[in-house]
């Protein structure tokens, strides 16, 4: 059974940094795909960012390219959401999540489609604001 669990998320200033944790059992991040999404409240939920191939190939949305990084700890079993100079817009809650085909995030008319992925965490509240 996949289980993804994401922490990390909380309330800052706009210019400030999170980094948002999730932590994954029953899948084995080496040889997957997992990604980061984001839904802000009234609108559809959308892709941040992808791994995959064991952490080498990462993609992120072009609204967050430069200031968002996402990266994973094979060992740890876990992935990782950098979030620098967050903006108001980047308000959301952000869920990470798993397709459960590799093919998807090789995909690039998949990889940000959320119905592509069959499993996802809780999410975590992401809030910026002065």
């Known amino acids: 059974q996949v289980q993804l669990a994401e922490s990390g998320g909380g309330s800052v200033q706009p210019g400030g940094s999170l980094r948002l944790h999730c932590a994954a059992s029953?899948?084995?991040?080496?040889?997957?795909?997992m990604g980061w999404f984001r839904q802000a409240p009234g609108k559809e939920r959308e892709g941040v960012a992808i791994?995959?191939?064991?952490?080498?190939?990462?993609f992120h949305a072009s609204s967050v390219q430069g200031r968002f990084t996402i990266s994973q700890d094979n060992a740890k079993n876990t992935v990782y959401l950098q979030m620098n100079d967050l903006k108001p817009e980047d308000t959301a809650m952000y869920y990470c999540?798993?397709?459960?085909?590799?093919?998807?995030?090789?995909?690039?008319?998949?990889?940000?489609?959320?119905?592509?992925?069959?499993?996802w965490g809780q999410g975590t509240q992401v809030t910026v604001s002065s």
């Open positions: 791994i995959y191939r064991g952490g080498t190939v990462t």
């Open positions: 029953g899948i084995s991040m080496s040889s997957s795909c």
């Open positions: 999540a798993a397709p459960q085909y590799l093919t998807t995030c090789r995909n690039s008319d998949r990889r940000f489609t959320p119905s592509e992925y069959n499993y």
